[in-house]
């Protein structure tokens, strides 16, 4: 599953791509992936329609359209958006592309995993690929997008406005959970998964296992502060931050390479030098130091 700092990557790319551009034609190959709201119809709301702004909420993206309407999707585990331009006089293509890295990325498109393709005035494409057909687009009135239920109730987003307040106050209703589960809660803060919830407790020097009543407030703004510490240092790298997700160039980001614990197991601790180890919390593959992050008592 894509993480925040993987998806802003996506919605850079996009937004220098296809903002300002007028949708000509739309081909749905898997009516699974491409929704429409109650009252909404391609012909009437998306086609002729430019694109205004690309935005993110969350791992959610959502492309404005002209006449009121948005574009919204997510990419969920194997989700791609490529767009390809028209061959110019010299032979030479744009082509850009984010999201699971296979193929799909740099082949000759329709393929396959196609679900869903937008044609714009300016002669290129704009591929949504999936394989395994989670990833969905939905097509709805731009005042309604706050409504849906994922975004309604979440969290906020860690780096954007002065997001400690809300998360205090939202982590504070989870006293018996663990803090990795709390951290992996889109309802207690948006876009954080199971890398920088390991970073973040690793930052902190908090076992992930440790339930949030036992923290202080400044523990939890330690938890805070370290996951959007490696959100930024993912995205000056590009974003991509799992083996499984590529940036916005269509290349693999490098941000494990300065990972602290994340997939670090059986390597030294960058700050105590105790052997990395991988254990499981909150049901997912979790990495620690033992020694700076003892289990509580």
């Known amino acids: 599953m894509p993480e925040l700092p993987q998806v802003e ?24 992936c491409f929704r429409l709201a ?5 012909k009437q709301h998306l086609l002729g329609a430019t694109i205004t702004s690309v935005t993110r909420r969350g791992k959610v993206l959502q492309l404005g359209l002209t006449g009121g309407h948005s574009l919204v999707g997510h990419l969920k585990m194997t989700g791609q958006l490529v767009v390809v331009g028209p061959v110019s006089s010299d032979q030479s293509q744009t082509r850009w ?8 990325l740099v082949d000759q498109l329709p393929d396959r995993s196609t679900r869903v393709i937008c044609q714009f005035d300016n002669g290129s494409h704009l591929y949504f690929n999936d394989q395994r057909k989670f990833g969905w687009l939905l097509l ?17 987003e860690p780096l954007e406005g ?5 998360f205090l106050s939202r982590a504070r209703r989870h006293q018996a959970t663990s803090v990795k589960a709390t951290l992996l809660n ?13 970073e973040a407790c690793w930052a902190a020097r908090i076992h992930p296992a440790t339930k949030v009543g036992h923290l202080s407030d400044r523990q939890l703004k330690a938890l805070l502060d370290g996951a959007t510490k490696a959100m930024r ?13 590529v940036n ?15 997939r670090k197991d059986g390597q030294p601790c960058p700050r105590c030098g105790t052997t990395i180890i991988k254990t499981k919390v909150a049901g997912r593959g979790t990495h620690l130091c033992p020694r700076c992050q003892p289990e509580a008592a």
């Not at 990557?9 to 034609?25: D, F, K």
């Not at 592309?97 to 799909?104: E, K, N, R, V």
């Not at 889109?186 to 390991?198: C, K, L, M, S």
Request: charged share 20%; proline share 6%; net charge neutral.
């Open 233 to 245: 240092a993912a995205l000056a790298v590009g974003g991509s931050t799992d083996r499984n997700y």
């Open 9 to 32: 990557t996506v919605r850079r790319g996009l937004e220098r791509l296809v903002v300002g551009q007028t949708v000509v034609a739309v081909t749905v190959l898997e009516p699974k």
């Open 140 to 156: 709805m009135p731009t005042s309604q997008v706050g409504q849906i239920e994922l975004l309604a109730k979440m969290g906020p």
């Open 162 to 166: 002065k997001p400690w307040p809300e």
């Open 186 to 198: 889109q309802t207690v803060v948006a876009g954080i998964g199971n890398i920088y919830a390991d």
């Open 97 to 104: 592309g984010g999201g699971h890295p296979t193929d799909s």
């Open 38 to 42: 109650e009252g909404t119809s391609v």
């Open 248 to 262: 916005a160039e269509g290349k693999r980001g490098a941000y494990l390479d300065f990972a602290k614990v994340f």
